[in-house]
Nanobody, 121 residues
C-alpha cells in the first residue's frame, strides 16, 4: 500500500501561484511514477501532469502546459505541482496519484484524497 497526502491548496487570485505537495508513505516511493489530476464541480476527473519515477521525464495536459511544473524529490518521498498564472478555470480539487506505468492514459494504483484549489477572478 501507498498512502498519499496532498497539501498546499487554498484560495488565490487569478494570475497568482500555488505549490501543491503530495507526501507518500508505505511502499517505495521511487518505484512509482507520480501524477496529478483534478476535478472541477460537475466535471469528470482529468489528467494534469505526470513525472517518471527515475529520469524525471514529464507529460502535461495541454491546458496547463507552460504554467504548471511537476517535480519530485525521491529522498523526501514527495511530489510537487507548481502552478503559475492561475485562471478561474483551474479551480478544482487536485489529486495526487501513483502508478506503475509511465504514459497517457496514466494507470493508477493509488490515489490521495485531494486538496481544494480555488482561483478567484
Amino acid at each position: 500500500q501507498v498512502q498519499l497526502v496532498e497539501s498546499g491548496g487554498g484560495l488565490v487570485q487569478a494570475g497568482g501561484s500555488l505549490r501543491l505537495s503530495c507526501a507518500a508513505s508505505g511502499r517505495t516511493f521511487s518505484n512509482y511514477h507520480m501524477g496529478w489530476f483534478r476535478q472541477a464541480p460537475g466535471k469528470e476527473r482529468e489528467f494534469v501532469a505526470v513525472i517518471s519515477r527515475s529520469d524525471g521525464s514529464t507529460i502535461y495536459a495541454d491546458s496547463v502546459k507552460g504554467r504548471y511544473t511537476i517535480s519530485r524529490d525521491n529522498a523526501k518521498n514527495t511530489v510537487y505541482l507548481q502552478m503559475n498564472s492561475l485562471k478561474s478555470e483551474d479551480t478544482a480539487v487536485y489529486y495526487c496519484a501513483a502508478g506503475p506505468i509511465m504514459g497517457i492514459p496514466f494507470m493508477i494504483d493509488y490515489w490521495g484524497k485531494g486538496t481544494q484549489v480555488t482561483v478567484s477572478s
